[in-house]
C-alpha cells in the first residue's frame, strides 16, 4: 500500500491537476485576476512548522511550472528569511500567517501594532501581498476578527484568505487532520459556503480532479505533513492522532 501525505503523493496530485487541463493560479493572482476563473487550481500552503518541507514541496511543485503561495508564520523556528527567500525564489508567492490577535490576548491595538511590525518583517526579504490566519483551534481568540476593527485593505495587501475569497463560487479543500473531508477535524479552518465533497485521501481528491470540476478549486495544503522521510512522516502522523482526538472533544463541544 502506498502512504498518503508523502511527496510523492504530491507529485501525483500535481500531476493530475496538469494533466486534467487545469490552470494554477497563486492567491494573489487569483485575487487580482479577471472574472473567468473557470477550470482553474488555486494553490495555498499554511507553513505551521518545519519550513524545510515547504521548500521541498516548492520544489516538487516548481517541476511542474507550478507557483503557489506559501504562508509563513513568524515564529523563529519558522520564519527562517533563507527559505522564505529560496520559495520566493522558485517564482512562489510568500505570505503571511498571521495570529497576533491570540498573541495578543484580545487586545486590538497590540495585535494591529504587531501585524504591521511583522509584515514588515516579510517586506524586508520579498513583496507580500496577501495574508491567511493561523487557526489555533485552542485560543479562544479568532485571528479574523481582527478585521473587524482594522481594515486590511489598508496595508497594501490584495486580501485575506477567508475573507477575500467568495466560497459560494470557490470550492475549499483543506488538508487539516490528514483528510480531504471538509469538516471533520475543521475547528477554524473552514469557510461557509456550498456543500463540499466529503473526500478523505489525495487518491479520492485525485479521481474527483480527473472527472471535471465545474467551478475553481482552492487547496489549502501544510507542508509539514507531507513528506518522504518515514520518521518525519510518522512523527507527523501520531501528532495528527492526537490533534484531531483533541478537535473531536472541541467540536462536540462548541457543537
Ligand atoms: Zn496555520
Not at 487547496?219 to 509539514?224: A, F, Q, S, W
Amino acid at each position: 500500500m502506498q502512504l498518503d501525505f508523502t511527496l510523492k503523493k504530491y507529485e501525483q496530485l500535481c500531476r493530475s491537476i496538469l494533466a486534467a487541463g487545469l490552470r494554477t493560479f497563486t492567491i494573489s493572482e487569483f485575487l487580482t485576476s479577471a472574472t473567468d476563473h473557470e477550470g482553474i487550481v488555486i494553490f495555498r500552503h499554511d507553513v505551521d512548522r518545519n519550513p524545510l518541507q515547504a521548500l521541498s514541496m516548492a520544489q516538487v511543485e516548481n517541476k511542474y511550472g507550478i507557483r503557489g503561495t506559501y504562508y509563513f508564520r513568524t515564529k523563529t523556528s519558522v520564519f527562517r528569511t533563507d527559505i522564505i527567500q529560496k520559495i520566493s525564489q522558485l517564482g512562489h508567492e510568500i505570505g503571511y500567517h498571521y495570529e497576533t490577535l491570540a498573541e495578543c490576548r484580545g487586545n486590538y491595538k497590540d495585535a494591529m501594532a504587531l501585524f504591521i511590525k511583522e509584515l514588515n518583517m516579510f517586506r524586508e526579504i520579498c513583496r507580500v501581498t496577501s495574508i491567511s490566519m493561523h487557526g489555533r483551534p485552542l485560543s479562544k481568540y479568532d485571528n479574523r476578527d481582527l478585521w473587524q476593527k482594522y481594515d486590511f485593505l489598508d496595508h497594501e495587501l490584495y486580501g485575506e484568505c477567508y475573507l477575500s475569497i467568495d466560497y459560494n463560487h470557490v470550492l475549499y479543500l483543506s488538508d487539516t487532520g490528514r483528510t480531504w473531508h471538509p469538516t471533520r477535524y475543521n475547528v477554524r479552518d473552514k469557510v461557509s459556503g456550498q456543500t463540499l465533497p466529503e473526500l478523505e485521501t489525495t487518491d479520492e481528491l485525485i479521481q474527483f480532479i480527473g472527472a471535471g470540476m465545474n467551478k475553481p478549486l482552492c487547496l489549502l495544503t501544510h507542508p509539514n505533513r507531507w513528506t518522504d522521510s518515514p520518521l518525519i512522516w510518522g512523527k507527523e502522523w501520531l501528532l495528527d492522532q492526537c490533534v484531531n482526538r483533541i478537535k473531536e472533544v472541541l467540536i462536540w463541544v462548541r457543537r
